[in-house]
């Protein structure tokens, strides 16, 4: 938990009156006759009222649908609820309904070419780029899938294709076509499009023959729609016909919208394949318009005239929800590039340039901001930045202070968690919620957030199960290939039949904030105390002389239960007896005498997935004595070489005993 019960940031009150919750909030005490003085208040009614409350945010955002029904919510019972039943709606028609000349996008790539798309144009690029998908007989459920970086043709191909009813489903071209194909080819899809490469890090990838290799590997395949990014030529020869986007898109249209039910499927999103075989996981067109109206305009306030830029690719959900932008009148801010070139300041360089209003980066990325020197306040003008986002670990409270100190006092910066399962969150932060070093503010509005022990009691100030009580719009409405439903059901709902269990360990504070201390199946047991891996590295981490780190707690064959420390070394340092000493006082300190490990080893690089999340499981499982073709697929991995460096260590030997590997010690 933060060190400190005082915020780091509070709402400015004058500024308060001009946000989109307050509108919110008025509106809905004048329809309830109630009076929510504080966010904790409307909070409270949003979750005792969800029916009122997501109707209050389809009247307030003005969603484009149909036939709303008189009991919006009729059984609430987990799985399968269903929201709506019966209304039309269309996802892409609610981001499209903005127009004018205004700039919907604004696309920069690694070699400094900035792109900008209006609102006219974007129709006009997406009605154009459906003309073609119906020429090739695309209509509603049919799948299209794009292979694609963050580009505006990723944009422009997902919104087609929602627009028409289909399905879409994208990732990246950091995958190559057997990690591509366990994923899309999953989805027996009639149309790929796909780019010819990539630009990461100073490099070129060319992906024209694994563009071909996941063609020949689709069935139903009809055509491939060629995006130019990296090459003048085309693709090699393909087994179907290949559409020119250049073409495709020189003629613009008006685009046309299928209302579908609100329930039915608007993309298909990808776990991370880290426990098997990626499951892919369906949203409805729907409740993810409602819940990122909720999301991005009430606790981003995210409107026309702001610029929303998240670092992501089309691999991660942060994607869809940046395009979600666009429903707010706001223009979002793609780049397609590493974050750290050909500088570390290179995300601050974007916010800057294009006047960003809401920033969105990983807890890695203000680490290496900070390891890095880098200063924001003084190296560009970041005057029009209101607010940083956070997301995909826990953000440690040494980060809220570097950002306060070198990014300004007045940024907000609001870590969040949530996840791929619903393509949003479950806590943030709003306009109106003060920020605490290493606590993330708030559950979000409509999310019955809880934490509970193992009793199955509703617990605070004491860790538990992360819980949501009752149904979200953008829960998933099923898993693909999962006709019975019970791999869903296994996923979130077998240790609290009814209810949702999402994998973490939190402690909601007394105050109402909410502390993520890491997955809950990959728990640290001392004595039978639960630890949560987030407060190791919360202490560990700052370190100068750590780049990185990474701690497990594996369970082995006989009996022992061995909890060692991973450490990358930083740069021009070496893993001494001094260094541990000062690591495991500062453990000892800081966090508690049970959260010191075994043992210190330097390794010389953490593996993580592709969305920047460290591989504890897999690595527990590998010391556990797992095959690494086991536990996870190498196109999961960012790092291949680096999961497998950890094969060393398997079956682990006896702390102190039988272990040659440089940088092995044991503590006192």
């Given at each position: 938990m933060s060190s400190s019960p005082h915020p780091i940031w509070q709402p400015d009150p004058d500024a308060l009156p001009a946000t989109r919750l307050h509108a919110f909030t008025e509106r809905v005490e004048t329809s309830t006759g109630q009076r929510f003085p504080s966010y904790p208040d409307l909070w409270r009614w949003s979750v005792d009222h969800p029916k009122d409350f997501w109707s209050a945010v389809v009247d307030h955002f003005d969603i484009l649908v149909d036939g709303i029904p008189a009991d919006v919510l009729p059984d609430p019972v987990m799985p399968g609820a269903r929201w709506f039943p019966g209304a039309r709606v269309n996802y892409a028609e609610n981001m499209l309904r903005h127009r004018g000349e205004g700039t919907a996008v604004v696309a920069v790539d690694e070699g400094g070419t900035t792109t900008a798309v209006s609102w006219e144009q974007l129709r006009g690029m997406v009605g154009a780029v459906q003309r073609w998908l119906r020429e090739q007989g695309v209509g509603p459920g049919d799948r299209v899938v794009g292979y694609l970086p963050n580009s505006p043709a990723a944009l422009v191909g997902m919104l087609a294709t929602t627009g028409l009813g289909a399905i879409w489903s994208a990732c990246g071209q950091d995958y190559g076509s057997d990690g591509a194909t366990a994923r899309l080819g999953q989805l027996d899809p009639v149309v790929l499009i796909a780019a010819d490469g990539y630009r990461w890090n100073g490099r070129t990838h060319d992906r024209r023959d694994q563009t071909t290799a996941l063609a020949a590997s689709m069935p139903r395949l009809r055509a491939v729609l060629h995006v130019p990014r990296v090459h003048s030529g085309g693709l090699p020869d393909q087994p179907v016909p290949v559409g020119l986007w250049d073409e495709v898109i020189s003629t613009p249209a008006e685009p046309v919208f299928e209302r579908v039910e609100f329930n039915e499927p608007l993309w298909v999103l990808f776990s991370?394949?880290?426990?098997?075989?990626?499951?892919?996981?369906?949203?409805s067109h729907g409740g993810v318009t409602l819940d990122h109206a909720r999301l991005l305009g009430l606790h981003n306030d995210l409107g026309p005239g702001d610029r929303f830029f998240w670092f992501t690719t089309t691999n991660?959900?942060?994607?869809?929800?940046?395009?979600?932008?666009?429903?707010t009148g706001a223009t979002v801010v793609l780049y397609d590039g590493a974050p750290g070139h050909p500088t570390p300041s290179r995300l601050w360089e974007i916010a800057a340039e294009h006047r960003v209003t809401v920033l969105g980066v990983s807890p890695g990325y203000l680490a290496a901001s900070e390891t890095a020197g880098v200063?924001?306040?003084?190296?560009?003008?970041?005057?029009?930045?209101?607010?940083?986002?956070?997301?995909?670990?826990?953000?440690?409270?040494?980060?809220?202070r570097w950002v306060h100190d070198n990014?300004?006092?007045?940024?907000?910066?609001?870590?969040?968690?949530?996840?791929?399962?619903?393509?949003?969150?479950?806590?943030?932060?709003?306009?109106?919620?003060?920020?605490?070093?290493?606590?993330?503010?708030?559950?979000?509005?409509?999310?019955?957030?809880?934490?509970?022990?193992?009793?199955?009691?509703?617990?605070?100030?004491?860790?538990?199960?992360?819980?949501?009580?009752?149904?979200?719009?953008?829960?998933?409405?099923?898993?693909?290939?999962?006709?019975?439903?019970?791999?869903y059901r296994n996923a979130y709902f077998d240790t609290y039949p009814g209810v949702w269990r999402h994998g973490d360990w939190i402690t909601i504070t007394g105050r109402g904030s909410v502390v993520v201390s890491g997955r809950s199946d990959a728990t640290l047991n001392r004595q039978g105390v639960r630890l949560g891996s987030a407060d190791i590295y919360a202490v560990v981490d700052p370190f100068p002389e750590i780049g990185e780190s990474l701690v497990i707690g594996a369970e082995l064959d006989d009996g022992r239960y061995w909890m060692p420390l991973f450490v990358v070394v930083a740069e021009g340092y070496v893993l001494d007896d001094a260094l541990r000493g000062r690591i495991v006082e500062a453990l000892r300190t800081n966090a508690s005498p049970r959260h010191v490990p075994d043992a210190i080893i330097a390794v010389p690089a953490i593996p993580h997935t592709r969305t920047g999340k460290k591989l504890e499981i897999p690595v527990k499982r590998i010391i556990q004595g797992a095959a690494m073709s086991e536990v996870v697929g190498a196109d999961t991995v960012?790092?291949?070489?680096?999961?497998?460096?950890?094969?060393?260590?398997?079956?682990s030997p006896k702390p102190g005993e039988g272990c040659s590997s440089p940088g092995f010690a044991t503590l006192p």
């Open positions: 991370s394949g880290t426990t098997g075989v990626p499951k892919g996981i369906m949203h991660w959900m942060m994607w869809n929800l940046v395009a979600s932008g666009l429903l200063r924001p306040d003084v190296d560009v003008d970041l005057s029009a930045l209101r607010s940083i986002g956070s997301t995909g670990a826990p953000l440690p409270a040494h980060a809220y990014v300004g006092p007045h940024i907000q910066l609001t870590s969040t968690t949530g996840g791929t399962d619903v393509v949003s969150g479950f806590a943030g932060s709003a306009p109106t919620t003060p920020v605490w070093p290493g606590e993330i503010s708030a559950p979000l509005l409509g999310v019955d957030l809880q934490a509970w022990n193992r009793l199955g009691e509703n617990v605070v100030d004491e860790v538990g199960e992360l819980v949501i009580a009752s149904p979200m719009p953008s829960m998933p409405v099923a898993f693909w290939n999962d006709p019975d439903g019970r791999r960012d790092d291949p070489a680096a999961l497998q460096h950890f094969e060393r260590f398997a079956p």
